[in-house]
Structures are given as structure tokens and as C-alpha cells.
């Protein structure tokens, strides 16, 4: 399995970065290549660098790390780069994805120093520069009014596409577009595991709103009819905030490390005052609406990759957990089972996502909650084992589905089977 793994990054290898499947996915995703370097730091260390460098390609001059760098052309996806019709060097998409990037760094920098590499202080040097930069963007462009909360303006951003988290906020974004869609997704997979053709119509809405505005920040916040502050989103920005500290004492970089400590202040204070005890979980905030979002998805846990939560709080987060867990053959479903909303087979709104788990159990264990992190660790592994690299699984019956030889499955495998 192992050798499996290393076969399907190898496979998806394009020139120093790796597309998240063949023909699916055919261009370099923000937080797919985060997982992959952590995958390849097992045995390739300068690839792992790599693979955040050619990132890095992609990073626009205001610090933003788009969610697609479109390094070479490919007519297999949509939208590609003549819907975005963004401006940078290399064509990217005018939108960006969780910040795993400052995990995968630091991830990347013990290995390479454990391996007694030379160059590791010059190469975490440049991307943690980097780094810092699309910290301080999120920051300013997508916190403008210092609630310690990161927003989402799209939800692809989010990464969990079509999750019944967006279900109310997306009601009101308008299915009327400028561009002309033309899915191809539903001609590599089963359209029912897909999102649906009315959720792609609001996705293009919000691209056109986007592109109107010449993809400005302030112009885009302004006009943004979809704007919700991101638990999960926050969760992952505080925590690689804490790997980007990390590195900075590392590195003795005490200005940057300063910076950074002041913004994981904000984060972390932000994102604590999201818990709700009668819910037993972190919700995110509608800016557009004002309303908690209330639906149950895997989003609600991740605050605890970045925060050590009391021990009520743990409690109730374990028992919480272990209730979506009942009745599941592999969890965690990225909705709860007992959600009218839950789908088992349909993309985010129910499937279990190995990098999903990777990073709860993380959490978890941070939290001391070491057998539940264990048992989702092990179960992750169990299913990529009987059903193979695949994109996601149905948590009622283990079953494989969405795209397969996936790049994230296969990193998710190599790091949570050691
Ligand atoms: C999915 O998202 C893309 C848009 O970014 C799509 O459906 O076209 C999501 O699962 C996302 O989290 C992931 O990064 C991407 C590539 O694996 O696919």
C-alpha cells in the first residue's frame, strides 16, 4: 500500500506539483498540494519543497495564494482561466482555499532538518516569506473589521463545495450568470455524487460578481453577496499561524514572530467565541444574514487543530463525535447522520474525506483526546485499504467513490499509516 501511495503522487506528478486526479482535477489546488507535501516529506524531501515552490508560482503580489494555479493548459475542467480572467503572471483562479500551506511547511522543515539537509533554512526561509505574506492578506482582506474571524466570499473557498453549511447563505445568491457553464465534472463522475447544476449556477454567479470587480479585495468585500466567517477556515489559519511561529523561532526571525503571535491572539480569541455548548460545537457566522450557520458539518470541529479547549468543552466535542460515529462503517461523515441534510454519496454533504480526518484527529490529539484520534486515524486507513485512493467514501458502507488515484487520499495514507 504503501508503494500504491508513492505510485498515485508519482502518477499525478506534473513538473514539480501534482494535480489532485487525472482529467478531474488537471491544474495545482491551493490546499490539495499542502496534504501532498506533507506525503512527500516521508520519502522525497525536495519534492515536498517543490511542491509548495511551484505553489508559490501562483501567489499574487497582495500575498493571496489562489485556490487553482492553471500551470498548463487542459480542457478538462470548468471553470478554467478564461472564466476567471484574472490578471497574474501565471493564469490562476481569483479565489483562494484553506491555509494549510504554514502546517505543510513546518512539516516539511523537520523533516528536512531531521534528514540533515543543507538547504532546509534557505528553502523554508523563501516559503515561509511567503507564507507570511497571504497571512497578513487574510488578515486585511478577509477580516477588514478585526471580529479574529476569516471569511469566505465563495464556497469553493471553503474547499467542502456544496456542504449543507452554505445551503441558506447560497438560497440568496442569485442562479443567474454572465458565463455560460459547461460542466465537465459530471462527464468524469455520477452526477448524484456531484454537486447539482443549481449550485454550480450560484458558484458562476459569484465568480461573475468577483471578476465585475477586478478581483479588489475592498470591492469584492463590499459588494459580496456571500460573505460568511469560517470556523473552519479560522481554525486552519490560526493553526498554521502557530506552525508559521514555529518556524520563526527557528529561524530567528523575532519581528515576524511578533507579528505572527499578535495575529494568533486575534484568531484564536475570534474563533472561541464561536462555541456553543447547547450545540457541543463551533459554528460559523452568516456576515450577509447576521445568524449563526447551523447546519452540522465536520467544519464545526476544526477549531480544535487550533485551540486547547477546556475540558467540559472536550467532553462534549467526544460525545458529540461519537453520536455522528454511530452506525457509520468509516467516519467522520462531513455531515451528521442525523441531518436532513445528510447524503452519504454526495460530495460534501455527508462522505468521509480523508484529509478531513487527518486533520481532526490532529486536533483531537492536540486536545488529549488520544483514542478518539486514534480510532478515526485507523478507520481512515481501513477504508483506503479495502477501497483504495479514492476521492472521498460513503461513511454507511465504506465504500469508494467520487475520483480515484487521488493525490490527498494517497498523502492522507502515507502520514496517518505510520
Ligand atoms: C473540490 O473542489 C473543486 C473546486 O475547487 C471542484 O469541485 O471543482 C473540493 O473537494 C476541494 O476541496 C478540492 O480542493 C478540489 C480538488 O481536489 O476539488
Redesign the pocket.
Known sequence: MDEAARAVLARNDRGGYTV?TDRL?PFQ?N??SAFVAMGFAIFDIDRAYRELERLVEGQWDDGMIP??VFHAPSDTYFPGPEVWGTRHRIATSGIT?PPVFGMALRHVHDAAVAAGRPDAADRTLALFQAALRSHRWWLSARDPHGLGLVSILHP?ES???NSPAWDEALARVPPTTTTAIRRK?TGHVDPAMRPRDEDYQRFIHLVDVYRDCGWEPARQWAVAPFKIADVQMTGILARSTADLIYLAEALGLEGERAELASMHHALTTGLAGRWRPDLARFVSLDLVSGEDVGAPTQACFMPLVALHVDHTQLQAVEAEIKRWLEGMVVGLPSTAPYSQAFEPKRY?RGPVWAVVNWLLADGLRMNGALELARQIEQSTVSAIERSGFCEYFDPTTGEGLGGDAFS?TAAAYLVLSR
Open positions: 489532485p482535477y489546488w490546499w490539495d485556490h487553482i482555499q469553493w474547499g467542502s463545495d465534472d460534501w490527498w
